[in-house]
């Protein structure tokens, strides 16, 4: 394999003019630079990535940590951060934490030796041990993404879950339902207790009595909407509408209200949260508060750029607004 040194050779150049011609760090004469690259075409010289960011001191590499989960939300998000990172010419170190905190351990210490120029964290399992590995490196500009340790210091960028939970609620009301009940997420987890605020605020706002007896939680999967709505259900009557803190669980509350000849909508309306691809394609299709996943995502990115390129150590959080998609699982009741 050709080096730098051999081009310069074959060139009858410096090694540092080499350098000069490859990353246009100087003027060199046309004459020169045609003859290095014409070395470089014939001895087929690839530089080394490596050694040209140990020189420059950056790598054009983000990592970014995320909880794995069979949520698709997660993956519309990583791939709005893939896209972003494509366009503005940087390579991502993608790794799943499995909610494990030893993982996030490890797998953060491996970025950090690999000196990537920023980290993206979108896990909620970062402890104090795992922060103090921050301590052993040069600080690293970091951005914090929906479903990221609150207060760890960096740049938020947030879903407004609150607003989402009372958009979700007030449709609801506004198509004649009053007996509303709620499957909350986990709610040691911020976006589950702020949905479920949004939901408590729209009631309230309406007269509107909250059934505890309708009140849920689940762990934002499949299984975890199946297992709320069975809870809700042996408590005797059903509300005529449920606000489902995300799409899986909506998902799995469906299919199990289906199993006990219950219809959604017909005798159960459902609002989801997320707004995932595959929520317009299941039936019926559901009406859900939409996240700007890809957005979500591009954001998270440009700031990071924004922190390495003006050395700001500033931290701003950064609110995005969800709306509400209405499609089929809503019934309206006449008043």
């Not at 990583?78 to 909610?99: A, M, P, Q």
């Not at 949004?198 to 007269?207: I, K, L, T």
């Not at 449920?242 to 998902?251: E, G, I, T, Y």
Request: charged share 20%; proline share 3%.
């Amino acid at each position: 394999m050709a080096t730098i040194k051999d081009v310069a050779k074959h060139a009858s150049v410096s090694t540092s003019t080499v350098s000069h011609v490859l990353n246009k760090t100087r003027f060199v004469s046309e004459d020169i630079s045609e003859r290095v690259m014409a070395a470089v075409a014939e001895l087929n010289y690839a530089p080394s990535a490596l050694a040209r960011s140990l020189k420059v001191n950056h790598t054009k590499t983000f990592g970014m940590l995320v909880t794995t989960s069979t949520n698709p939300f997660f993956g519309e998000v990583v791939k709005g951060v893939e896209r972003r990172c494509y366009e503005k010419g940087y390579n991502l170190i993608l790794c799943n934490t499995e909610g494990d905190a030893e993982r996030v351990h490890s797998s953060l210490d491996t970025l950090l030796q690999k000196r990537v120029d920023g980290l993206l964290l979108m896990c909620t399992e970062i402890e104090n041990q795992v922060l103090e590995l921050f301590s052993r490196y040069q600080p690293v500009p970091t951005v914090v993404m929906d479903w990221g340790l609150i207060d760890f210091p960096s740049d938020k960028i947030q879903d407004n879950s609150h607003h989402g939970g009372y958009l979700a609620t007030k449709h609801l009301i506004e198509q004649g339902h009053t007996e509303i009940g709620c499957l909350t997420g986990p709610l040691n987890k911020l976006q589950a207790q702020q949905r479920l605020s949004g939901f408590v605020q729209a009631m309230e706002e309406s007269g509107l009595e909250i059934n505890k007896n309708w009140i849920a939680s689940g762990n934002f999967e499949c299984e975890g909407g199946e297992a709320a709505f069975n809870e809700i259900h042996a408590k005797g009557k059903l509300p005529t509408a449920l606000f489902v803190c995300n799409d899986m669980m909506a998902m799995g509350m469906i299919n199990c209200a289906s199993k006990k000849g219950i219809s959604v909508p017909n005798d159960i309306s459902i609002v989801g949260y997320d707004d995932i691809k595959m929520a317009k394609y299941i039936t019926p299709s559901l009406t859900t508060i939409h996240q700007p996943k890809h957005r979500l995502g591009q954001q998270a990115v440009d700031s990071l750029l924004e922190k390495i390129a003006t050395k700001s150590e500033t931290n701003r959080v950064f609110q995005l607004e969800p709306t509400l998609m209405v499609r089929d699982s809503v019934k309206t009741l006449s008043n």
